[in-house]
C-alpha cells in the first residue's frame, strides 16, 4: 500500500504541475497581449534566461540597450512568472513618473521587504497609510533638523568627529567604508533616537553591520532571485536566510529604543520623531485599530525606512571620493573656503566645480540602478501602450544617467557633464538618483546635504592615497538585486 500512496502521490502532484504550468501560460498570453512587447518569456522562468545570458548582474545597461533597441524604451520583462514595464532613458522616465506622477506613485512588491514589513512603513506601503506616513515623517524630520539650518550643525558636527578618526589613523591604511556609515548613520540617529553613538560602541557597530549585511545580501544574486521566487526560496538553505535573522536582530533593537522613550517621554514635549510619533499614537482614538496608521509596528517599521534607506545609500556614494577628481576640488575649495573654516551649505553655490563633481559622482555611480519598482494606482496610457492598474515599473534610473541624448560624456566618470562652457554648475533634469515624481526619495535633501558636507570636510583637511593605484579600483556595477555595492578598498589618508 506504501508504494500505492507514492503512485498517487506521484501522480497528483504531476497534474498539479501540469495545470500550473497550464495556468501560467494562459495568464501569461493574456496578459502578454496586453502589455508592451519584449522578449518571449519561456513559461515559469519568464524572460530569466534571455536575461542571465546577456549578463543582468555585471552589464544591465548592456541588456537594456540591446533591449530598448528591439523592443523601444518601454518594454516588458518577466522576472519568472511576473512581468515588469521597464522604464529605459530620460524621456520615458519622464513621461512616466513626472508627467503621470499620481498614476506612477504605487509601490511594486519586492518580497525580500515584504516578509519583513508586511506593507508597514513608509517605502512598501501603498494608498492612505503611505501618504499619511510620508507626510508625518516629512514634516517631523524637518522639525528635528531636515531641511532647517540645524541639521547642518549636526552634520558638521559629525563631520568633524569623522576627521578627528582620520586624523588618528596617522596615514595607516584602513578601509574607510565603516567610518563613512557610523558618521552617517549618527545623523539619523540624531533625528530619530535623540542621540549620537561613539563610534567604538559595540551596540552602534552591531546596528551597522547588520544594515550592512543586509544591503550586501539583497544586492547579490540571492537577493535577485529571492525577489523573484520567494516561496522557492524560503525552503532552500542559502545566504538569503540571513536577511530575516539580521531583521529580527534589528526590530529588537529599535524595539528597545521605543522602549526607553515610552520610559522617559512627556507628551507633547517631544524631542525626536519617536517622541513625535508616540505622541501620535497617543492623540489616535483606537491605537489598536488595524486600520490606525499610527501604531508600534508602523513606529518600527518606518524608522526602520529611515536607517535603511539613509545609510548605505549615503555612505556608498561617499566612498566614491577617491574617483571625485581630488586635486581639483581641493584647488577650488582653497581658492573659496580657505583651511582656516569648515564649508558649509553657503558655500555650495560658489564652488561650482565642487558641485559638480558630487553630481558627477551620484550620476556615475548610480547607488540605485533600478530605483525601487513602481506600480500602477490606476489604468493608463503610456505613449501607445495600455497599461493596467498594478502593473509593476522598473524605472531604470542608471539608463537616464547614461544616456548620450542627455549628457555630453555619458559613459566616463567627467564632472564637465554637469559644467557650461564657462565652468558654472549646469543642472541637467536626467540627473535622478533619487528618482523623480511623487514617490521620490524622502532623504534627498539631507543626503545631497551629507554629501556636500562631508566630502568638502574630508578634502579640505586630507589627501587621500589610494593604496592599490586608482585604476585598479573597478567601481563598476557588481550586482544589481538592490543596490550598486562597491569593492572594499584601503586609503591612506595624509594630513594637507
Ligand atoms: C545618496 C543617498 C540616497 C539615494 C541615492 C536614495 C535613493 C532613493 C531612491 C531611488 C528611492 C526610491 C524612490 C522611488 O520610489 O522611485 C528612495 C526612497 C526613499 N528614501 Fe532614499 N536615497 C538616499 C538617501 C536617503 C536618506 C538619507 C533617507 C532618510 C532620511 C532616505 C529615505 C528614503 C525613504 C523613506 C524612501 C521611500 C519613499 C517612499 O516610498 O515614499 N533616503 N531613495
Known amino acids: 500500500s506504501g508504494m500505492l500512496i ?7 502532484l504531476s497534474l498539479l504541475v501540469l495545470a500550473l504550468a497550464w495556468w501560467a501560460s494562459i495568464r501569461g498570453a493574456q496578459m502578454r497581449s496586453s502589455l508592451p512587447p519584449g522578449p518571449t518569456p519561456l513559461g515559469l522562468l519568464g524572460n530569466l534566461l534571455q536575461l542571465e545570458f546577456g549578463g ?18 518601454i518594454f516588458t520583462v518577466w522576472l519568472g512568472p511576473r512581468p515588469a514595464v521597464v522604464l529605459c532613458g530620460y524621456a520615458a522616465l519622464r513621461d512616466a513618473l513626472v508627467l503621470q506622477a499620481d498614476t506612477f506613485s504605487g509601490r511594486g512588491a519586492m518580497p525580500v521587504f515584504q516578509r519583513f514589513t508586511r506593507g508597514n512603513g513608509i517605502v512598501f506601503s501603498n494608498g ?82 547588520l544594515f550592512n549585511d543586509n544591503f550586501r545580501i539583497m544586492s547579490s544574486r540571492w537577493g535577485e ?16 536566510h540571513q536577511i ?36 501620535q499614537m497617543d492623540k489616535v482614538l483606537a491605537p489598536q485599530d488595524p486600520e490606525s496608521h499610527f501604531q508600534e509596528e508602523t513606529l518600527v517599521m518606518t524608522t526602520h525606512n529611515l536607517f535603511f534607506g539613509g545609510t548605505e545609500t549615503t555612505s556608498t556614494t561617499l566612498l566614491c571620493l577617491t574617483d571625485s577628481c581630488p ?81 555630453k560624456d555619458p559613459d566616463c566618470f567627467n564632472p564637465t557633464n ?6 558654472e554648475f549646469q543642472s541637467n533634469e536626467a540627473f535622478m538618483p533619487f528618482a523623480p515624481g511623487k514617490r521620490m526619495c524622502l532623504g534627498a535633501g539631507l543626503a545631497r546635504s551629507e554629501i556636500f558636507l562631508f566630502l568638502t570636510a574630508i578634502l579640505q583637511k586630507f589627501h587621500l592615497l589610494p593604496v592599490e593605484s586608482p585604476s585598479n579600483i573597478d567601481l563598476t556595477p557588481q550586482c544589481t538585486g538592490l543596490g550598486n555595492v562597491p569593492p572594499a578598498f584601503q586609503l591612506r589618508l595624509m594630513a594637507r
Open 56 to 73: 543582468l548582474d555585471r552589464a544591465l545597461m548592456k541588456v537594456a540597450q540591446t533591449l530598448s533597441r528591439n523592443w523601444g524604451p
Open 128 to 209: 492612505p497609510r503611505w501618504r499619511t506616513l510620508r507626510n508625518f515623517a516629512l514634516g517631523t524630520l524637518k522639525e528635528f533638523g531636515m531641511g532647517t539650518r540645524s541639521i547642518e550643525e549636526h552634520i558638521m558636527e559629525e563631520a568633524a568627529c569623522l576627521l578627528g578618526e582620520f586624523q588618528a589613523t596617522n596615514g595607516t591604511p584602513l578601509d574607510p567604508q565603516r567610518l563613512l556609515d557610523n558618521a552617517v548613520s549618527n545623523v539619523i540617529c540624531s533625528a530619530v533616537f535623540g542621540k549620537r553613538y561613539g563610534y567604538e560602541d559595540p551596540e552602534f557597530l552591531r546596528l551597522l553591520e
Open 327 to 407: 586635486a581639483q576640488v581641493q584647488a577650488e575649495l582653497d581658492a573659496v573656503v580657505g583651511r582656516a573654516r569648515a564649508p558649509c551649505l553657503e558655500d555650495r553655490v560658489r564652488l561650482p566645480y565642487t558641485n559638480a563633481v558630487l553630481h558627477e559622482i551620484q550620476r556615475f555611480i548610480s547607488v540605485l540602478p533600478l530605483g525601487l519598482p513602481r506600480a500602477l494606482t490606476r489604468d493608463t496610457h503610456l505613449r501607445s501602450h495600455f497599461l493596467p492598474k498594478g502593473t509593476m515599473v522598473i524605472p531604470l534610473l542608471v539608463s537616464a544617467h547614461r544616456d548620450p541624448t542627455q549628457f
Open 244 to 279: 530575516f535573522q539580521n531583521f529580527e536582530e534589528l526590530r529588537t533593537f529599535i524595539s528597545e529604543q521605543i522602549q526607553q522613550h515610552q520610559e522617559t517621554r512627556k507628551f507633547g514635549e517631544p524631542h525626536d520623531f519617536i517622541d513625535c510619533f508616540l505622541d
Open 6 to 12: 507514492t503512485g498517487v502521490t506521484t501522480l497528483l
Open 418 to 423: 554637469f559644467l557650461d562652457e564657462r565652468g
Open 225 to 240: 532571485v529571492y525577489n523573484i521566487f520567494p516561496s522557492l526560496l524560503d525552503w532552500l538553505p542559502g545566504p538569503h
